[in-house]
């Protein structure tokens, strides 16, 4: 068996070292990276450096091994710069005279993690579930080709999704290997409807080649908050309450003060129900077994937080300010992110006298998140066009109403995307629009999802 030694599981730019453990009667070993013969090793150790570049991009690893013959032995795969899962999740679908009718979680996680939450969807559409282990399954038309995918939570912040497909041309449950991936629609909203997959088949490509579209879907929102310590005072003072009486002040409020609690209170709004608010760490934590630094995101703080604009108001998230990397902690929220199947957006909220200690550029952290397809918008409540020299774009969200409206504009935008489930485990970068895909849909652009005054 033909095993990748060592494994890497955060962003990693630059040569790094690879060990290999092979067949014993392996006489040679190819190693490919994004399918480009970058090494040949004829003996042990069976180990070499490979160069990814100076940008954070995403890349596959391959190694193959071959005998004396110049058969192939074994092959191993390792993808670079991509979410991995912290747990397993599969479904299995029961069946009884050839229709299926109801499906099984099974799912492997640390010992102390416990299942918290499962969100499971029916070409599409929600359908409820009681036990994990037994879901009915409403009656389906055994002709037409289902897509289920179930969305699991643990305690612990961790998350994974798995999908099945059935039905149709397949005799049997395939294991499914999909790819989501986020598109915008260029006009229209979302109370059109979600089109069927036939409506968007022949609008994606890889290389030129047609990619089979098996679901298209509008799940909830997901939106990783990256914000500094400077904006966090800066902002505190809208989740404090601006209709609060001063010293001999009456303490019924004015006119002024209703003005200001109702602008406070529709701070709120931008997310529904099932849509997630998540905080990304602009420090990383530092693991004493491996020495090895990572970032932290949090859990969903939705309730908390009580929506969007309360949340970047609102929410304190303990840090030291003279540290803070925050395009390293851009791109790593676009990584953490884009390993789901929601509709997503990475939101920086920044102030521009932050000093940024971060080991990468800001225009690495942007080619990152456009390579994952993952928007970005950018805030600030400091001197927007300081911000905009440095990060390209800034909406000032310095006051209540263009708090507001900035929450507005990000909820449009989230509005507008649709997530397509293609065949083929696929790097995002490898999947293109054809010229009649970009006639209805567009990839999230870093930029557009933050512009504004």
């Known amino acids: 068996m033909t095993t990748f030694l060592t494994l890497y599981l955060g962003l990693i730019v630059g040569a790094h070292h690879f060990e290999l453990a092979v067949p014993e009667t392996t006489a040679r070993m190819e190693v490919l990276l994004d399918g480009e013969l970058r090494a040949e090793l004829t003996q042990p150790p069976w180990a070499l450096d490979i160069d990814l570049g100076e940008d954070p991009l995403p890349h596959e690893l391959t190694a193959v091994a071959y005998d004396r013959e110049g058969k192939a032995i074994g092959r191993a795969f390792q993808r670079l710069n991509v979410p991995h899962p912290p747990v397993e999740v599969a479904i299995a679908l029961e069946s009884e005279g050839g229709q299926v009718q109801a499906a099984r979680l099974v799912w492997e996680a640390a010992a102390d993690e416990a299942l918290t939450g499962v969100r499971v969807r029916l070409d599409g559409r929600k359908i409820p579930v009681e036990d994990p282990k037994q879901i009915p399954l409403p009656p389906l038309d055994p002709e037409r080709l289902h897509h289920l995918s179930a969305e699991v939570t643990f305690r612990g912040r961790l998350r994974t999704q798995a999908a099945a497909i059935f039905g149709g041309a397949f005799l049997d449950q395939v294991d499914s290997e999909l790819t989501a991936v986020v598109v915008e629609r260029l006009r229209g909203a979302a109370d059109e409807g979600v089109p069927a997959p036939a409506e968007v088949t022949g609008w994606f490509h890889r290389g030129g080649t047609p990619l089979s579209v098996f679901a298209v879907e509008r799940p909830p929102a997901e939106v990783m908050l990256v914000r500094d310590q400077a904006s966090a005072e800066s902002l505190q003072r809208f989740a404090t309450g601006f209709g609060a009486p001063r010293p001999g002040q009456p303490t019924a409020p004015g006119p002024r003060e209703r003005l200001l609690e109702r602008r406070v209170r529709n701070l709120g709004l931008g997310l529904a129900g099932d849509d997630w608010l998540r905080v990304m760490a602009t420090q990383p934590e530092r693991r004493p077994e491996t020495q090895k630094a990572f970032f932290w995101a949090s859990a969903d703080v939705l309730p908390v937080a009580r929506g969007l604009g309360m949340g970047v108001a609102g929410l304190r998230v303990p840090g030291d300010e003279s540290a803070e990397r925050l395009a390293d902690a851009v791109a790593a929220a676009g990584l953490e992110i884009s390993g789901g ?22 225009r690495q952290a942007k080619l990152y998140l456009t390579a994952m397809r993952v928007p970005l918008a950018v805030w600030t409540a400091g001197d927007a066009e300081a911000v905009r020299r440095i990060w390209g774009t800034a909406r000032d969200v310095s006051k209540p109403r263009r708090l507001s409206e900035a929450v507005e504009e990000l909820k449009n935008r989230l509005d507008r995307q649709l997530v397509i489930w293609l065949e083929g485990h696929l790097l995002p970068p490898e999947i293109e629009l054809t010229s009649e895909g970009r006639h209805h849909v567009a990839f999230p652009d870093v930029q557009a999802a933050s512009a504004g005054p």
């Open 341 to 362: 199947g929601r509709r997503r957006a990475v939101l920086l909220v920044v102030d521009p006298r932050t000093r940024d200690a971060s080991a990468l550029t800001v």
